[in-house]
């Protein structure tokens, strides 16, 4: 059956018994009495229906927290009905809350930024990555416009042209943020801010890293190209000339070798595609080699010394060697002649550490902050005077990186300089660490 059947046929099936009763009785006791119990009957259907009618109004002001009356004929259907309708809407309600919350925490872990606007732009709701980027703030903001909020003039134009197709690129903050508007339903707008101060960063590092390097490949490239020219045009230059042309050639040939080298280094060293693969690194033995190719590359100049009692460590071997041998061939290269370079391999307290002193030339302290930056020298003429590419420390930085181990800088100008690479303890291969630890006690 129906609800309007449920309704109407107990309704009416009640309206007949009264009837039937008022004609019983009238046909018994007279019209009087009938009439008179009819009417008391009708008024008293009526007062049930008001008292209903009044609970129910009563239970309208406040739905949710009175309880629901029970009741009475066809109302405990209308009753019922209603209760059913309440628990829906309760339940909706409670599900639009979780909704709502899971909506928040998402827009709340999101990196870009998201306003929420009218189509008069003014501000509805931004998640705190907005708030960030446009300096706004959701809750003393709300209901003002956005264009009040965010002053800048290239943001003005954007909205004055509304070409909101395109994304417009904005400087606010320090920050360099991609901003675009994308209309929504019919009369609501949304601001989309997506910080992009990192990638122009690297960006901008790339385009340095490119333009320094063609320019450090163009000088040698000039040179050996000058002389090819000069063999070309002059086919009868004398020996010695040819030779000295040679030689020089060679150089600026070893010159770019060593450049490429470097750059491929480097970029190996960034790549993710080549992890570091621990292994044990004999630093004693290592250490060794690397003062050969030093007192090699001093040819007698300098005195080199080296005192190694610190452990075997787990590394990249190669990656270290050219850590370590950029360091010590810096010594060498900025020692004048006489200078003194002291290697060192030892465990300290908080772990493994190497250092190479030098008395030579030093470091004025405004330059040490940077000279881990590729192509940053101190003295251009001298780097390349000894074939140096502007790249030995940028390598020594991000092998450390992967070694978790830290470089530290101690210099003073023509007093000299001290590297020291500290490596943690966990680096220290358990084996070699106490004998060395006995032998630091020993020393110290
Ligand atoms: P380069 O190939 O020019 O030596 P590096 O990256 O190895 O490049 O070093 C960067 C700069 O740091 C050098 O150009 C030099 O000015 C300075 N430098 C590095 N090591 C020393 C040192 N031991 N003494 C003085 N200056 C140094």
Redesign the pocket.
């Known amino acids: 059956m129906n609800p309007q059947m449920l309704f109407w046929v107990p309704a009416l099936l009640r309206m007949s018994l009264l009837l039937l009763f008022v004609g019983i009785t009238g046909y018994f006791f007279g019209p009087a009495i009938a009439f008179g119990l009819g009417t008391a009957g009708f008024g008293l259907v009526v007062l049930v229906q008001l008292k209903y009618l009044y609970r129910l109004s009563g239970w309208l002001d406040d739905p949710d927290s009175e309880k629901l009356p029970d009741g009475w004929g066809a109302w405990t259907d209308v009753f019922s009905r209603l209760y059913r309708l309440r628990r829906d809407d309760e339940k909706n309600r409670t599900e639009l809350g979780e909704w709502l919350t899971r909506f928040r925490q998402a827009m709340s872990l999101l990196p870009d930024g998201v306003v929420i606007m009218d189509d008069v732009l003014f501000l509805e709701w931004c998640n705190p990555a907005a708030e960030r980027h446009l300096g706004l703030q959701n809750l003393r903001d709300k209901g003002m416009r956005v264009t009040n909020l965010i002053r800048s003039p290239d943001f003005m134009d954007y909205i004055i042209l509304g070409r909101y197709e395109h994304p417009l690129t904005l400087t606010l903050r320090e920050r360099k943020l991609i901003v675009q508007i994308i209309p929504f339903e019919n009369r609501r707008q949304i601001l989309v801010t997506h910080d992009a101060t990192e990638s122009e960063r690297i960006d901008m590092m790339r385009r340095d890293f490119i333009a320094n390097a063609s320019h450090e490949l163009r000088t040698p490239l000039t040179v050996i190209n000058g002389f090819l020219e000069i063999a070309s045009s002059q086919p009868n230059l004398d020996a010695q000339t040819r030779s000295a042309h040679l030689k020089l050639m060679t150089e600026q040939g070893h010159r770019m070798q060593n450049l490429v080298e470097d750059m491929l280094t480097l970029t190996r060293l960034e790549s993710i595609e080549y992890p570091l693969r621990p292994e044990r690194v004999a630093v004693k033995a290592l250490l060794e080699q690397i003062m050969d190719e030093a007192k090699a590359l001093s040819a007698g100049r300098h005195t080199i010394t080296l005192s190694a009692d610190g452990p075997d460590i787990k590394g990249g071997t190669e990656e270290l060697r050219s850590a370590f041998g950029?360091?010590v061939s810096?010594?060498v290269?900025?020692?004048p002649e006489g200078g003194t370079i002291k290697i060192s391999w030892k465990m300290s307290k908080s772990g493994p550490q190497f250092a190479?002193q030098?008395n030579?030339?030093?470091?004025s302290p405004e330059?040490i902050a940077r000279?881990?930056e590729r192509f940053?020298?101190?003295?251009?003429g001298?780097?390349r005077e000894?074939q140096?590419?502007?790249?030995?420390?940028?390598?020594?930085k991000h092998v450390l990186l992967r070694h978790d181990a830290i470089l530290t800088i101690d210099?003073k100008p023509e007093q000299?300089?001290t590297?020291i690479v500290s490596f943690p303890i966990t680096a220290a291969m358990a084996d070699t660490f106490s004998a060395a630890s006995d032998s630091v006690a020993a020393v110290g």
């Open positions: 950029n360091l810096n010594a290269r900025y020692t190479v030098d030579g030339i030093g470091i330059h000279l881990t940053y020298r101190v003295d251009k001298r780097s000894t140096g590419t502007g790249l030995g420390l940028a390598i020594v210099s000299g300089s590297f």
